[in-house]
């Protein structure tokens, strides 16, 4: 029985003919898998997105289209495989999956979220000692009111929240923002 033939059927739900197409194209994902390499993940991971790929391909197959089946599965599975490269290779995320809160022990709702890498125990207490350092010079270099509106602006509040919370002017508080932006180019080598 041809590729296209086992699609069409695995198309209508016959899950046999899908298992026999899956099995059929493992070693060609296997083969175009070992050609990248995934940042944070295995080989194992970049062969699933190729299974992913295939999965898509006999979904989506069309004879009408005057491809065959392992021409149009070949393209999915390079395709999926670049494409789940491509999302772990961007830093979209990486504040998220990477950031260290700094508290205020007196205020704990509080925090400011530093970048840090989580890899390794040692480099976690490095980074927290560090987080403390960054901490008390923010305290020392900026009056109650510029950490106070530091504090706001980094928790996400818009100049509209801040100026609620602090009975400022929208002026006010962006001129304190700059004066903090100013303040904190003299311990930028500690942030970086």
Known sequence: MTD????????????????KILNKYRNIINKY????FLI??????????????????IKNYNPQKE????????????RQIQSAIRNASTQKNQILSSAVPILDEENDDFGIFLITSKDRPDQKL????????????????LSALEF????????????????????????????????????LSSIKKVII
Not at 4 to 18: C, S, W, Y
Not at 33 to 36: A, T, V
């Open 148 to 183: 106070e509106v530091l504090k706001y602006y980094l928790a996400g509040l818009t100049y509209e929240q801040i100026s609620q919370k602090t009975n400022l002017s929208k002026k006010s508080i962006d001129n304190a923002l700059s004066r903090i932006k100013n303040k």
């Open 126 to 141: 490095i980074n927290e000692q560090t987080n403390e350092e960054i901490f008390a010079q923010l305290k020392k270099l």
């Open 40 to 57: 944070g993940g295995d080989i194992e991971d970049l062969i699933q997105e190729g299974m992913i790929g295939l999965y898509k391909a």
């Open 33 to 36: 898998s070992r050609g990248y």
């Open 4 to 19: 296209e033939l086992l699609v069409l059927q695995a198309q209508k739900g016959d899950h046999d003919a899908e298992l």
């Open 67 to 78: 491809a065959s089946f392992s021409t149009f599965a070949s393209i999915c599975i390079k």
